[in-house]
C-alpha cells in the first residue's frame, strides 16, 4: 500500500485528535517509520498514525473508535527524557531510507540464486542429452 500523505494532512488528523485529548501539544515535523506509520513530533511528546488512519481522514470516514484509538498512542515526554525522544524520532527518519534498499537487494538475491538454479538444470539436461548420444 503506497499513499502519500502532506503536512496539512497530519495537521487536520492532529487537530481532531486533539478534541479528545487537550493534553497533546502542537505539531513540529513528522517522518515515516519503518512500519510506515507517520510519527508526529510534538511540542510535548509524540504520537504516530497509521496510514489506514489518515486515508480515513481524508475521505471523512474517520470514527469515534479509531480517534480514541488514536489519542491512547501518545506519549507526552518528560523533562528528563527530551533528549532520548528526539533522537527516537531522528533514528526514524534514518530508518525509512534504509530498508527499502535492504528489501530490494534481498529480492535481486533471491532472482540471482533462482536464475543460477535454472542455469544449473539447464546445463545439466544439456549434459545428460550429450551423454546419451
Not at 517522518?31 to 471523512?60: P, R, W
Not at 515526554?77 to 533528549?83: A, R
Not at 536464475?115 to 551423454?131: H, R
Amino acid at each position: 500500500m503506497q499513499a502519500t500523505f502532506n503536512e496539512s494532512d497530519i495537521q487536520s488528523l492532529l487537530t481532531k485528535v486533539k478534541i479528545f485529548n487537550h493534553q497533546i501539544g502542537t505539531y513540529e515535523l513528522y517522518t515515516i517509520n519503518d512500519a510506515f506509520h507517520y510519527v508526529v513530533k510534538l511540542s510535548n511528546g509524540t504520537i504516530f498514525f497509521t496510514i489506514e488512519e489518515l486515508q480515513a481522514n481524508a475521505i471523512e470516514t474517520l470514527n469515534l473508535e479509531m480517534l480514541t484509538a488514536i489519542t491512547r498512542r501518545f506519549t507526552p515526554v518528560t523533562s528528563s527524557g527530551d533528549s532520548i525522544k528526539e533522537e527516537s524520532v531522528i533514528s526514524t527518519v534514518k530508518q525509512p531510507a534504509n530498508n527499502p534498499v535492504k528489501q530490494r537487494s534481498s529480492a535481486k538475491t533471491l532472482l540471482y540464486v533462482i536464475a543460477l538454479i535454472l542455469l544449473g538444470l539447464a546445463i545439466g539436461v544439456l549434459v545428460f542429452y550429450l551423454i546419451q548420444e
